[in-house]
């Protein structure tokens, strides 16, 4: 119980939490490039400030074994951290060309795996449709790599939209409880 009061009496924490993730929501819904190009950036800065730390782990541990991992660890960070500060387009299309090939290739997999099950179950169509909407999918983010781009955008923003209402309605409910509580007082 004293837990939840002490929780309550920051419902605002929830509620505010709540609202940031409606506007990062609607930023993304309405505004798809700008908000996949924040979500590279931040991940551009992210790789760059761990290869820094990698880097220093290698400079200044003591008695580091194989100290040349770390160092390599750092550069390929660095590295990666510049070519998405300066060319964030050149991230966005790689990392979607990565998952397409992904998919492309765990399809056809599923579809030869299945194909080979045939012998040993009935229904293996259904795996062979499965592989062979991987394959569709990866296809078309080869043929429109930015409309892929958008569909997970928007994707992050229905989860952040529901995220965002659920925390509001919670902390409200954290609030309700406050008053509750202090009424019982």
Excluded: C
Excluded at 17 to 32: D, K, Q, S, T, V
Excluded at 64 to 85: D, K, M, T
Excluded at 88 to 112: M, N, R, S
Excluded at 123 to 133: K, R
């Amino acid at each position: 119980m004293l837990q939840v009061h002490a929780l309550a009496r920051n419902w605002w924490i929830f509620l505010l939490r709540g609202l940031l993730a409606i506007a990062f929501a609607l930023i993304a819904f309405i505004w798809p490039a700008a908000a996949g190009l924040a979500l590279v950036i931040l991940f551009g800065a992210w790789a760059f400030v761990d290869g820094i730390f990698a880097l220093g782990s290698a400079i200044f541990g003591h008695n580091v074994q194989h100290r040349w991992l770390l160092i390599l660890e750092g550069i390929v960070g660095v590295v990666a951290g510049l070519v998405v500060w300066f060319w964030p387009g050149l991230a966005a299309l790689t990392l979607l060309l990565f998952i397409a090939w992904w998919a492309i290739i765990t399809g056809v997999l599923e579809i030869f795996y299945a194909i080979q099950l045939r012998k040993t179950i009935s229904n293996e169509w259904l795996y062979i449709l499965a592989g062979l909407a991987s394959v569709i999918f990866g296809g078309l983010i080869i043929w429109h790599p930015w409309a892929g781009a958008f569909a997970v955008i928007w994707i992050v923003a229905a989860y952040a939209a529901i995220f965002g209402i659920l925390l509001i309605g919670f902390s409200m409910r954290l609030r309700s409880h406050l008053h509750e509580a202090t009424a019982h007082v």
